[in-house]
């Protein structure tokens, strides 16, 4: 299995402040994945991010608000900028693996906007 | 469009007791893979087994089955035996056909297991 190291685990922010999610895998992979789960909901997309290039939103999230960084095949980061409490939710980062038959995440991170 | 759909939002179970947890799928690619996640209270998401649209056998890891039915666009979990510490949320989720690795996924609502001693 990937190893996915994503920090911080969990965080406490004020809004109108930003914060910066990080993940490390343990070896090269094309393309990371973000998602954002709001309390008591599934998962959803909100980038793809590849090396070399600008990331990919969804509809509904914007380069602005969750600005994606990937600087090489191992890590990546995601931050939530100007926050609200509509921002409170766990975030995770994710990769690849078996040409497709694997599909692994971080720890997540658990954010509270206050 | 894509879609998947649990339709259970809360299942329980007795301990040692095998239990389903249903996903069906909704998709015009022929090519697209079904993923099972369990998620404990901690919010990580644990990856259980995968399940390929030419897969023609069903996808097993230890305690878990897949029972795919391609026909009915069905995917669903068997636990056998279970455990208290299978008690988290359980999510079905499907990936979209993209060049290079994974493809992006997209999530069923999940299915909150509780398992009673």
């Known amino acids: 299995s990937a190893v996915i190291s994503q920090k911080p685990s969990r965080d406490i922010c004020q809004r109108g402040t930003s914060l910066t999610i990080q993940c490390q895998v343990d070896s090269q992979v094309t393309m990371m994945f973000w998602y954002r789960q709001q309390p008591g909901q599934s998962l959803t997309l909100i980038a793809t991010?590849?090396?070399?290039?600008?990331?990919?939103?969804e509809s509904g999230f914007v380069i602005d608000k969750f600005p994606i960084s990937r600087p090489n095949l191992t890590f990546s980061t995601l931050t939530v900028s100007n926050m609200s409490p509509e921002d409170s939710s766990i975030y995770l980062c994710?990769?690849?693996?078996?040409?497709?038959?694997?599909?692994?995440f971080g720890q997540g991170t658990r954010l509270t906007v206050v | 469009a894509q879609k998947i759909t649990q339709t259970q939002p809360g299942m329980f179970v007795q301990e040692k007791e095998a239990v389903t947890l249903d996903c069906t799928y909704d998709t015009s690619d022929q090519s697209y893979g079904l993923f099972w996640y369990k998620q404990p209270s901690s919010g990580e998401m644990i990856f259980l087994i995968y399940q390929g649209s030419y897969d023609e056998q069903n996808a097993t890891e230890g305690r878990y089955s897949l029972n795919f039915q391609k026909a009915r666009k069905s995917a669903n979990l068997v636990i056998s035996a279970s455990q208290l510490g299978d008690s988290a949320m359980y999510f079905c989720?499907?990936?979209?056909?993209?060049?290079?690795?994974?493809?992006?996924?997209?999530f069923g609502q999940g299915t909150e297991l509780s398992v009673k001693p």
């Open positions: 991010a590849n090396q070399g290039s600008e990331a990919t939103y």
């Open positions: 989720a499907m990936r979209s056909p993209e060049r290079g690795q994974g493809g992006k996924l997209i």
């Open positions: 994710s990769v690849g693996r078996g040409g497709g038959t694997e599909a692994f």
